[in-house]
Nanobody, 122 residues
Framework: VQLQACGGGLVQAGDSLGLSCAAS????????MGWFRQAPGKEREFVAS????????VYAGSVKGRFTISRDNAKNTVYLQMNSLKLEDTAVYYC????????????????WGQGTEVTVSS
């Protein structure tokens, strides 16, 4: 699976932003997908994941209620809608493919996109 994330940008606190991740490869529709982020000087952290069918999601506590992960298997795309953005959401966001949406550690995901940068300003 090859992944290409896009949609990042510079926004103000409180704004919304949507990320998307286009996948190529026949296994997308059977893969769990996750979003992770990495802020400068920090380790990569889990943001959200979604089951291959779309019927099952997991969110990090820091984004629950503000972010929504979804997928369209017909378009081989996974999305991350981010609302009420905060300064601490500033990071490079990565999409990843793995075997289980219940996995929340980076080393549990096999394929990674190149990352898209999100900057939230005050």
């Amino acid at each position: 699976v090859q992944l290409q994330a896009c949609g990042g940008g510079l926004v103000q606190a409180g704004d919304s932003l949507g990320l998307s991740c286009a996948a190529s490869g026949r296994t997308f529709s059977t893969s769990a997908m996750g979003w992770f982020r990495q802020a400068p000087g920090k380790e990569r952290e889990f943001v959200a994941s979604i089951r291959w069918s779309g019927r099952g999601t997991v969110y990090a506590g820091s984004v629950k209620g503000r972010f929504t992960i979804s997928r369209d298997n017909a378009k081989n795309t996974v999305y991350l809608q981010m609302n009420s953005l905060k300064l601490e959401d500033t990071a490079v966001y990565y999409c990843a493919a793995g075997s289980s949406y219940l996995n929340t550690r980076p080393n549990e995901y096999n394929y990674w996109g190149q990352g898209t940068e999100v900057t939230v300003s005050s």
